[in-house]
């Protein structure tokens, strides 16, 4: 079932058009109340739509950013770009290994907000912000995309991942990695 129709009807409100012409210049956040709990998937998914760019929704704890996910699939064009940014399932230190669906998901998510032509949704939970990631900035200048059938220079691909490595806090020449300053 999709709602998207809906958007329509709040975006053509007076407020919300001043709402997001002033997310767009950047004058603070303002603060939203008075919004119920169930309405607010709707608003968030217009506000998306208003301000066509990334937005960062953050919930209470995971069961709540996984509900969020769900009902803001509802309302926006592409579900596929509402993601869920999960929280680790294995700390730094800990000597676990990550779970590869967990971090697939923090990956795209956290790439997803670093592309500003799409209008995509990321959710997370308050725990989720609390962990050290790689600035955005960072993380668009490390990306290295492949295509199916195309020619790679191993010799470049291989430099571009060491000077990933040295610049998260591996290598140093020892053959040892370093613990990383940011983690996926």
Known sequence: MTLRGLLALQTQRAEFRRLVEQLRKGEGLPALTGITEAARPF?????????????????EDE????????????????????????????LPYERLISDALTAQQRM??????????????VVCSVRVLTQPVMPPQELSATLYTLQVG???????MLEH???????????????????????C
């Open 43 to 59: 608003v968030i998914a217009a506000l998306a739509t208003g301000v066509k760019q990334p937005l960062l929704v953050i919930v």
């Open 150 to 156: 195309q020619e790679v220079d191993l010799t470049l």
């Open 161 to 183: 991942l060491y000077n990933l490595l040295r610049a998260c806090g591996g290598g140093g020449g020892t053959g040892a990695v370093q613990p990383s300053r940011w983690y």
């Open 108 to 121: 795209r998510a956290m790439i997803a907000l670093t592309e500003q032509e799409r209008n995509v949704i």
């Open 63 to 90: 069961t709540q950013a996984n509900q969020m996910v769900e009902s803001l699939k509802v309302f926006v064009d592409q579900p596929d770009d509402v993601l869920y940014l999960p929280d680790r399932d294995a």
